[in-house]
């Protein structure tokens, strides 16, 4: 939730700051970033990384996912929390390089239908997808615009915000109105829009499975040795049965060779010179997975299905690609089989005994790293990978009271957020009173 817009008296300057706006024209990123008090963290984070602040300089065409001052406030809730506090430069590089997009992508660009926008994250280390990780948008209904990244995790667009000026010598009969701009905030090299929440990078399949309540596939891939390649494949597809499809089969999938699972779980594993996300996949699209065999997607009642199976829930971002999970398994013999709309859930094609309810097959197999995302714990070094972003936020509570406790820290444990409080202060002094009134008379 957003604090309160405190709009400070206009008239005294009011043709001080419009002979400014006229004269420079559009601003600059720095101008723009110091004119917008919701930003100042933003700011001080970005201007810290002087390479990813200067090479912005020199862009023409690029789009800035800024989040507001109340995203900062919730990264020690995060799964970004231990990377900020213990100052991990090369994921907190990262997440800042996942915030800017290639192009300018318009608020009103956006429709129902997601689409998926490269980013400036391109670092082997935490992402294997051509052309840099991508950031999922949509519109949804009241025109609230909506970012998706790793972990199913949702930032929404600031909608602009009013309040009403304090006008000393105005009579009480006049109500004036202004809209503070949160969306396409112009800049020389762009535009950047305001966002609620921090965008996190996704991780690899492994580690984003169990936030799924993918267990039952993640632990399947580990023990049929295809963890490796649905970690580290470049722009990887895999259409994951959920864990009730699993349980349906699981007595007979546990029993029988790891050949044979393994020829199961290749099925549903897409290789290609380009990710599938949903909005890829037209109806009567033919893919070919990792077994040689071919896929068929339908699109019928609203519906999306891959063969036989609908899907449950699609484009789930991971560090190489995207994972559609499905109601049901797909059988590499029985590839022609086609989908029908008119039940809920097809019968499996693969005939096997089941587990109860209360039983999911092969979790045991999935690292105990993985099993809880809220039970990581982060080490003070920068040799972090993609499955290294999301670290739970019990980690973060753990490493701050004992830092309290003892009150001391070495310099490579310093606290990102005391550089950021440091550069704020050092911003709003220079800023001062005309800073705040341009931000105000420039986001009209």
Same mark, same amino acid.
Request: glycine residues 8%.
């Given at each position: 939730?957003?604090?309160?817009?405190?709009?400070?008296?206009?008239?005294?300057?009011?043709?001080?700051?419009?002979?400014?706006?006229?004269?420079?024209?559009?601003?600059?990123?720095?101008?723009?970033?110091?004119?917008?008090?919701?930003?100042?963290?933003?700011?001080?984070?970005?201007?810290?990384?002087?390479?990813?602040?200067?090479?912005?300089?020199?862009?023409?065409?690029?789009?800035?996912?800024?989040?507001?001052?109340?995203?900062?406030?919730?990264?020690?809730? +995060?799964?970004?929390?231990?990377?900020?506090?213990?100052?991990?430069?090369?994921?907190?590089?990262?997440?800042?390089?996942?915030? $800017?997009?290639?192009?300018?992508?318009?608020?009103?660009?956006?429709?129902?239908?997601?689409?998926?926008?490269?980013?400036?994250?391109?670092?082997?280390?935490?992402?294997?997808?051509?052309?840099?990780?991508?950031?999922?948008?949509?519109?949804?209904?009241?025109?609230?615009?909506?970012?998706?990244?790793?972990?199913?995790?949702?930032?929404?667009?600031?909608?602009?915000?009013?309040?009403?000026?304090?006008?000393?010598?105005?009579?009480?009969?006049?109500?004036?109105?202004?809209?503070?701009?949160?969306?396409?905030?112009?800049?020389?090299?762009?535009?950047? #829009?305001?966002?609620?929440?921090?965008?996190?990078?996704?991780?690899?399949?492994?580690?984003?499975?169990?936030?799924?309540?993918?267990?039952?596939?993640?632990?399947?891939?580990?023990?049929?040795? /295809?963890?490796? #390649?649905?970690?580290?494949?470049?722009?990887?597809?895999?259409?994951?049965?959920?864990?009730?499809?699993?349980?349906?089969?699981?007595?007979?999938?546990?029993?029988?060779?790891? +050949?044979?699972?393994?020829?199961?779980?290749?099925? #549903?594993?897409?290789?290609?010179?380009?990710?599938?996300?949903?909005?890829?996949?037209?109806?009567?699209?033919?893919?070919?997975?990792?077994?040689?065999?071919?896929?068929?997607?339908?699109?019928? +009642?609203?519906?999306?299905?891959?063969?036989?199976?609908?899907?449950?829930?699609?484009?789930?971002?991971?560090?190489?690609?995207?994972? #559609?999970?499905?109601?049901?398994?797909?059988?590499?013999?029985?590839?022609?089989?086609?989908?029908?709309?008119?039940?809920?859930?097809?019968?499996?094609?693969? $005939?096997?005994?089941?587990?109860?309810?209360?039983?999911?097959?092969?979790?045991?197999?999935?690292?105990?790293?993985?099993?809880?995302?809220?039970?990581?714990?982060?080490?003070?070094?920068?040799?972090?990978?993609?499955?290294?972003?999301?670290?739970?936020?019990?980690?973060?509570?753990?490493?701050?009271?004992?830092?309290?406790?003892?009150?001391?820290?070495?310099?490579?444990?310093?606290?990102?957020?005391?550089?950021?409080?440091?550069?704020?202060?050092?911003?709003?002094?220079?800023?001062? /009173?005309?800073?705040?009134?341009?931000? $105000?008379?420039?986001?009209?």
């Amino acid at each position: 939730m957003m604090r309160p817009v405190s709009c400070l008296p206009l008239i005294p300057c009011l043709s001080l700051a419009s002979t400014a706006w006229a004269k420079n024209g559009t601003k600059d990123l720095t101008q723009l970033l110091q004119s917008n008090h919701n930003l100042s963290e933003f700011t001080a984070l970005l201007t810290s990384y002087g390479d990813i602040y200067a090479n912005l300089s020199f862009q023409s065409d690029v789009t800035i996912l800024a989040p507001n001052n109340d995203a900062f406030h919730k990264i020690p809730y +995060s799964s970004l929390g231990p990377a900020f506090e213990a100052n991990q430069s090369q994921i907190v590089r990262s997440v800042l390089q996942y915030h $800017i997009l290639s192009g300018r992508h318009p608020a009103g660009g956006y429709n129902g239908t997601f689409s998926f926008d490269k980013s400036w994250l391109q670092h082997t280390n935490y992402t294997n997808v051509t052309g840099g990780q991508v950031v999922g948008g949509v519109q949804q209904a009241g025109n609230v615009n909506v970012f998706t990244s790793g972990m199913g995790t949702r930032s929404t667009l600031v909608t602009p915000v009013r309040c009403a000026p304090h006008l000393p010598s105005s009579p009480s009969s006049v109500k004036a109105t202004l809209t503070l701009r949160m969306q396409d905030l112009p800049f020389t090299g762009g535009i950047v #829009h305001v966002i609620d929440n921090f965008l996190i990078p996704p991780q690899d399949f492994i580690h984003s499975a169990p936030q799924f309540n993918l267990t039952a596939a993640g632990g399947a891939a580990e023990n049929a040795s /295809l963890a490796d #390649h649905m970690n580290n494949h470049k722009d990887l597809t895999i259409f994951v049965p959920q864990n009730l499809a699993f349980q349906a089969l699981g007595g007979t999938l546990q029993s029988m060779p790891l +050949s044979q699972l393994r020829r199961i779980l290749d099925y #549903h594993i897409v290789n290609s010179s380009t990710v599938k996300y949903s909005a890829s996949l037209p109806n009567g699209t033919v893919l070919r997975t990792r077994g040689g065999q071919n896929l068929t997607i339908t699109f019928a +009642s609203n519906s999306l299905f891959v063969n036989q199976a609908r899907m449950l829930q699609q484009d789930l971002l991971i560090s190489n690609g995207v994972m #559609h999970v499905i109601d049901n398994f797909l059988d590499p013999d029985a590839t022609s089989v086609t989908a029908n709309p008119e039940i809920r859930t097809a019968p499996p094609l693969l $005939i096997g005994t089941s587990l109860s309810e209360n039983l999911v097959p092969f979790t045991s197999f999935l690292p105990t790293s993985v099993t809880s995302f809220d039970t990581g714990t982060a080490t003070p070094t920068d040799g972090f990978g993609a499955s290294d972003i999301g670290k739970g936020t019990s980690a973060f509570s753990r490493t701050t009271s004992s830092r309290r406790a003892s009150g001391t820290s070495n310099s490579k444990e310093k606290s990102a957020g005391g550089k950021l409080e440091m550069q704020q202060a050092t911003m709003a002094m220079q800023g001062g /009173l005309l800073g705040a009134l341009c931000w $105000i008379i420039g986001l009209l």
